[in-house]
Nanobody, 123 residues
Framework: QLQLVESGGGFVQPGGSLRLTCAASRFSLNGYVIGWFRQAPGKEREGVSCISSSGGSTNYADSVKGRFTISRDNPKNTVYLQMNSLKPEDTAVYYC????????????????WGQGTQVTVSS
C-alpha cells in the first residue's frame, strides 16, 4: 500500500518560514507527480503546488507563487515544500499526494494521500 507521511508543520509568526517534508514508505515516488494541498477551517481543500516526476516542472497556485518552492529528492524518496514569507491566510492543514499527472498546480489520478500536517501562522 502506498503510504506518504508529512512532517515539518508548526507554529510560526507572519513573515517566517517552514519546510514541509513528504516522505514515502513501502514504495518509490519515482514515476509519480507529487502535489501539496491545504485545507483551512471552514474552507474547501485547495491545491498549492505540483511537481513532475523528474522534478523538472513545477506549478504553483497564485496565492503562494514567489513564496513557496516545491522540490524533490528522488534518491531520498522525499518531496519538500519550502514556505517563506508566511501569512496568516496560509494557516491550514497541509497534505501531500502522489498522482499520475499535474493539472496546473494540482496532482490528478491520485494514488496516495498523507495524513496532513498543521501549519499555523499567527502573531
Amino acid at each position: 500500500q502506498l503510504q506518504l507521511v508529512e512532517s515539518g508543520g508548526g507554529f510560526v509568526q507572519p513573515g517566517g518560514s517552514l519546510r514541509l517534508t513528504c516522505a514515502a514508505s513501502r514504495f518509490s515516488l519515482n514515476g509519480y507527480v507529487i502535489g501539496w494541498f491545504r485545507q483551512a477551517p471552514g474552507k474547501e481543500r485547495e491545491g498549492v503546488s505540483c511537481i513532475s516526476s523528474s522534478g523538472g516542472s513545477t506549478n504553483y497556485a497564485d496565492s503562494v507563487k514567489g513564496r513557496f518552492t516545491i522540490s524533490r529528492d528522488n534518491p531520498k524518496n522525499t518531496v519538500y515544500l519550502q514556505m517563506n514569507s508566511l501569512k496568516p491566510e496560509d494557516t491550514a492543514v497541509y497534505y501531500c499526494a502522489a498522482g499520475l499527472y499535474c493539472t496546473g498546480h494540482s496532482p490528478n489520478a491520485i494514488r496516495s494521500w498523507g495524513q496532513g500536517t498543521q501549519v499555523t501562522v499567527s502573531s
